[in-house]
């Protein structure tokens, strides 16, 4: 596995009344720069940002922070009763790390979530970015079709049996660094061809094997509880999210079709869509640079 630079701060805050729960972070870039907070995908952790990404930060004096949702890297299991009670986490992050104002950006699973601290502090959230994310299940903004059509059936019983699995993953990844490489590898020949290309780059594939090795091998619940929740109301209507969205979706996504996208989009009151020719579920990783800086543009708009 190639090199990979390390975060420059890494830890974990305490978060929620309960003194016990705690959020892992993982900062990228310059301390005293504008704020990104990046949301890892279902699976993921703290540290699944790209490395051009990192680059890009310390170059430009941006601050990147990666975080881990409960039960997985540092973040101690939770469940949340839906998406929106994250944001009052992130948000904790955040004052604890002296920040005030940033964007956010939600890859995948993250997107929810993304979306929900913007709803939660459109005082605080300059713009969101969106890779490919998830879209509600249930309710007024609900659309059918992809994976989430077979977590919504998984979903009762990943409430009962999602930690166990998850401490069961958590073990076998703790002793699975061998093998880790050659499973992303297989992966990787199995998805589409965007995806296959991506995961070919050593350090897109060393970026996966360190958050999955940091993340996951300590505990591997949250992908579970992800699924859970994402099964639910998310605790807010779509429409009333009016931070600028800014959403990239692969026209050739096998897992979060790009139908979503144009879906959530249209309900979006300021969104503007990025589609990805020819790409897959993971591209966006890929323009990691220019989504920063689209996002960036936004910032440097008039609110």
């Known amino acids: 596995?190639?090199?990979?630079?390390?975060?420059?701060?890494?830890?974990?805050?305490a978060v929620g009344d309960e003194d016990q729960r705690r959020i892992g972070f993982a900062e990228f870039g310059s301390a005293t720069g504008r704020a990104l907070f990046w949301l890892h995908g279902t699976p993921g952790a703290r540290r699944q940002i790209p490395t051009e990404a990192r680059a890009f930060a310390a170059q430009n004096g941006l601050r990147i922070i990666g975080l881990d949702r409960p039960g997985v890297g540092s973040s101690t299991p939770y469940s949340y009763r839906n998406v929106a009670e994250f944001a009052h986490d992130l948000a904790t992050v955040a004052d604890s790390l002296g920040i005030d104002e940033f964007a956010v950006i939600g890859l995948s699973g993250g997107g929810p979530y993304a979306l929900g601290v913007a709803h939660a502090f459109p005082d605080r959230v300059v713009a969101a970015g969106i890779l490919g994310g998830v879209a509600p299940t249930v309710g007024p903004d609900a659309i059918p079709?992809?994976?989430?059509?077979?977590?919504?059936?998984?979903?009762?019983?990943?409430?009962?049996?999602?930690?166990?699995?998850?401490?069961?993953?958590?073990?076998?990844?703790?002793?699975?660094?061998?093998?880790?490489?050659?499973?992303?590898?297989?992966?990787?020949?199995?998805?589409?061809?965007?995806?296959?290309?991506?995961?070919?780059?050593?350090?897109?594939?060393?970026m996966f094997l360190d958050d999955l090795l940091h993340g996951g091998s300590r505990r591997m619940e949250a992908p579970f509880a992800d699924i859970v929740v994402f099964s639910r109301d998310w605790g807010f209507r779509v429409p009333e999210v009016t931070v600028p969205v800014r959403w990239w979706h692969g026209d050739r996504d096998h897992i979060i079709p790009h139908s979503h996208g144009e879906h959530m989009v249209s309900v979006l009151p300021d969104a503007k869509m990025f589609t990805m020719h020819g790409e897959s579920h993971l591209g966006a990783l890929g323009l990691s640079v220019e989504i920063i800086t689209e996002l960036l543009t936004v910032w440097d708009q008039p609110r």
Do not use: H, N, T
């Open 145 to 206: 079709g992809g994976a989430m059509r077979l977590a919504q059936v998984a979903a009762p019983v990943l409430g009962v049996a999602g930690a166990p699995v998850g401490w069961a993953l958590s073990s076998l990844l703790s002793v699975a660094r061998p093998i880790a490489d050659p499973a992303i590898a297989i992966y990787g020949r199995l998805s589409p061809q965007g995806d296959r290309e991506l995961l070919a780059r050593p350090e897109f594939r060393a």
């Open 1 to 13: 596995m190639m090199d990979i630079d390390r975060p420059k701060i890494e830890g974990s805050v």
